[in-house]
C-alpha cells in the first residue's frame, strides 16, 4: 500500500512537471510572437525616411554584391565592422528592391532571437520564471524595439554576446551532468563561434574579454570541484577559444594590419579629448546611471528625446534587482545565503556585465547618455528587473491574496505591452522630428526621381560639409541608395547627376535642381520630375 501511495505521488508530480512546461512553452511562444510583431509591424514606413549611416551599409553592400568583394572592414564613414554589411547584402540580393525595409528586415531577426537568447540565458543562471520575465521586459523594451528597427549593426552585438553565454553556460552545465563529450563539445563550438562573431558586431563588444576570461575560469574551477575528469572541462574551454580565435582572426588581421584605420572612431569618441577627462568620466558615469530612470538619450533617432531608457515600472524592477542582487552576492560571498547559493553566480556574473558594458560609453565624448553605445547593456538590464520583478512576485503573494496579486501581474503586463506599441508606433514615429532625423524628405525625393518618366538629366547639388565619401558628402547616400546611383555609370543610365556647392549655377536650363545641406532638404521635386525654383533655399 505504501509504494502504492509513492508511486501515485510521483506520477500526481510527472503530470504537474509536464503541465508547467507545457505552460512555458506556450508563454514563451507568446513572446517570440509579441516580439516579432513589435520589431516586424510597419517595417515598409516605420521608420520614416533612411538615415545616412544606414544608406552607407547598403551601398556599400550593393557594391560588393556587384564586384564580389565582400570586406571584413569598410573604411568609409569612420570605419565599420564589416559582417551586418555582407549580411545586408544577401538581403538585397534575395527581394531585390533598394528600399529602407531591406536593410532594417536583418535588424529585426536580430532582435527577435536576442530575446529568445535571453530567455535561455536567464533561465541557466536564474529560474524559468525569471527567465519568462526577463524575455518579456526586452520584447516590450521600446529601446531594444527602436534599435531591432534600424539599420545600425550594433544591434548584432546584445544577440552574439548573449546566444555565446548561453552555450557557455550550457555546455558547463551538460559537463556537470556527465554528457556525452561530443555533445558538451557541441556547445563549446557554438559558444566559441557566437563569441567570436560577435568582435563583427560593434566597437563596445571589444570589452567583453574582461567578462568573459574571468567567467571562463570561473566555470573551470567549480567543474573541477566536481567528481569528473578535469581533462573534460579543459577540452571544453579549448575548444570555446579555437572557435573564437578562428572566427575573430579576419577582423584581428585587419586591425593589427591597418591599425590606423580601425581603431579611428574610437580615438575619435575618446574622453581624453576633454579639456578636463577625469570631470568628464566622472559626469559620463553619472549621466549613464541616471538615464535608465531619469533622463535619456536626447538624440531623436536613439530615443524618444530625454525619454529614460526604461518605462518606470519596470525602471522600479530594476532597482529592486539591482538592490536585491547586490544583497545576494554580499551574503553569498560571507556564506550566509546558502538557499540562494545558486543565484549568487548569476547575479555577480549580471551585475558584471552590466558594469563593463558601461564602460565604453563612460569612456566616451559628447553625446551621453548614449543609448546606442549602451546597446551591451540592454539585456542584463532586462534580466536584473526581471529578478526583482520575482522577488516583488513573491513577497506581495505573501501579504496579498494571490489571485489580487496574479491580476494585478496581468494588468501590469499586458500594459507594458500596450506602452511599447503606443511610445514607438504613435508617439515617436508620427512625430516631425523623428522625420527630420532620418531624411524623410531625401528618401522621398529619391522615390520621385524613380517614379519620374522625364528623359531630362537630374542635378542633385550638394552642400560641401561634413564626412565625405567618394568625393561626395555623407548626406547624398539616402538618395544614392534608393534611387541606385553610387556608381558613375548607374547614374549615367538614369540621368541623375551629382554636384558640389556652387557646380550647380553651371547647369543648363530645364535641367531638375536640387539644393542639399548636410542637415535637411530643400527644394521639393514633384513626382512629374519637374524642376524646383532654382532660387529655393535650403532648410536650415
Known amino acids: 500500500m505504501p509504494h502504492k501511495i509513492l508511486n501515485g505521488e510521483r506520477r500526481f508530480s510527472c503530470i504537474i512537471e509536464t503541465m508547467e512546461k507545457k505552460k512555458s512553452r506556450i508563454l514563451f511562444l507568446l513572446i517570440i510572437l509579441l516580439a516579432a510583431f513589435l520589431r516586424l509591424a510597419h517595417l515598409r514606413t516605420v521608420p520614416p525616411g533612411l538615415y545616412w549611416d544606414e544608406a552607407i551599409n547598403g551601398n556599400n553592400a550593393q557594391t560588393a554584391l556587384r564586384t564580389g568583394e565582400f570586406k571584413v572592414f569598410y573604411p568609409e564613414n569612420n570605419g565599420r565592422e564589416g559582417l551586418f554589411v555582407n549580411i545586408q547584402a544577401g538581403f538585397l540580393k534575395w527581394f531585390h528592391v533598394h528600399e529602407p525595409w531591406v536593410l532594417r528586415l536583418p535588424s ?95 566597437t563596445p563588444y571589444q570589452i567583453t574579454p574582461l567578462l568573459v576570461i574571468p567567467l571562463v575560469l570561473f566555470l573551470l574551477r567549480r567543474s573541477s570541484n566536481r567528481k569528473s575528469p578535469r581533462k573534460r572541462s579543459l577540452a571544453l574551454v579549448v575548444t570555446f577559444l579555437l572557435l573564437t580565435l578562428i572566427t575573430s582572426a579576419p577582423l584581428v588581421y585587419f586591425a593589427m594590419e591597418h591599425s590606423a584605420i580601425y581603431f579611428q572612431r574610437s580615438g575619435e569618441v575618446s574622453f581624453f579629448h576633454s579639456s578636463a577627462p577625469l570631470r568628464e568620466l566622472v559626469l559620463n558615469s553619472l549621466k549613464t546611471a541616471a538615464m535608465f530612470n531619469f533622463r535619456g538619450d536626447q538624440l531623436w533617432r536613439h530615443n524618444y528625446s530625454g525619454r529614460p531608457e526604461v518605462f518606470w515600472p519596470v525602471g522600479i524592477l530594476l532597482v529592486v534587482g539591482v538592490w536585491g542582487g547586490v544583497t545576494v552576492l554580499v551574503k553569498t560571498l560571507r556564506g550566509r545565503a546558502p538557499d540562494q547559493i545558486r543565484e549568487g553566480p548569476g547575479y555577480v556574473f549580471i551585475l558584471a556585465w552590466l558594469f563593463l558594458a558601461a564602460v565604453p560609453v563612460m569612456m566616451s565624448y559628447g553625446g551621453i547618455p548614449h543609448a546606442l553605445r549602451s546597446i551591451l547593456m540592454i539585456p542584463p538590464t532586462f534580466v536584473l528587473a526581471a529578478a526583482g520583478g520575482v522577488w516583488i512576485y513573491d513577497a506581495s503573494t505573501r501579504r496579498v491574496r494571490g489571485s489580487w496579486v496574479s491580476i494585478a501581474t496581468v494588468l501590469l503586463l499586458c500594459s507594458l505591452a500596450f506602452e511599447a506599441y503606443h511610445t514607438y508606433f504613435v508617439l515617436w514615429a508620427k512625430n516631425p522630428q523623428v522625420s527630420d532625423a532620418f531624411n524623410a524628405e531625401w528618401v522621398e525625393l529619391a522615390r520621385n526621381l524613380n517614379r519620374s518618366t522625364s528623359s531630362s538629366s537630374r542635378w542633385i547639388v550638394l552642400s560641401p560639409v561634413g564626412v565625405f565619401v567618394n568625393g561626395l558628402p555623407m548626406h547624398a547616400q539616402s538618395i544614392m541608395f534608393i534611387t541606385d546611383t553610387l556608381r558613375p555609370e548607374d547614374q549615367e543610365v538614369k540621368n541623375i547627376h551629382y554636384r558640389l556647392g556652387e557646380e550647380g549655377r553651371d547647369l543648363a536650363p530645364g535641367e531638375v535642381l536640387k539644393l542639399m545641406t548636410g542637415h535637411a532638404p530643400g527644394a521639393r521635386l514633384d513626382s512629374g520630375g519637374e524642376k524646383a525654383p532654382a532660387n529655393t533655399p535650403p532648410r536650415p
Do not use: C, D
Open 108 to 202: 529585426a531577426l536580430f532582435g527577435i532571437l536576442t530575446v529568445a537568447g535571453l530567455y535561455l540565458l536567464a533561465r541557466e543562471l536564474f529560474s524559468e520564471r525569471v527567465a519568462l520575465l526577463s524575455a518579456f521586459l526586452l520584447a516590450t523594451s521600446f529601446w531594444h524595439v527602436l534599435f531591432s528597427r534600424i539599420a545600425f549593426r550594433a544591434i548584432m552585438a546584445p544577440f552574439f554576446l548573449t546566444w555565446s553565454l548561453y552555450f557557455l553556460f550550457a555546455g558547463f552545465r551538460k559537463e556537470g551532468e556527465q554528457k556525452k563529450l561530443p555533445h558538451i563539445l557541441l556547445y563549446a563550438a557554438f559558444a566559441g563561434a557566437m563569441y567570436g562573431l560577435g568582435f563583427h558586431s560593434y
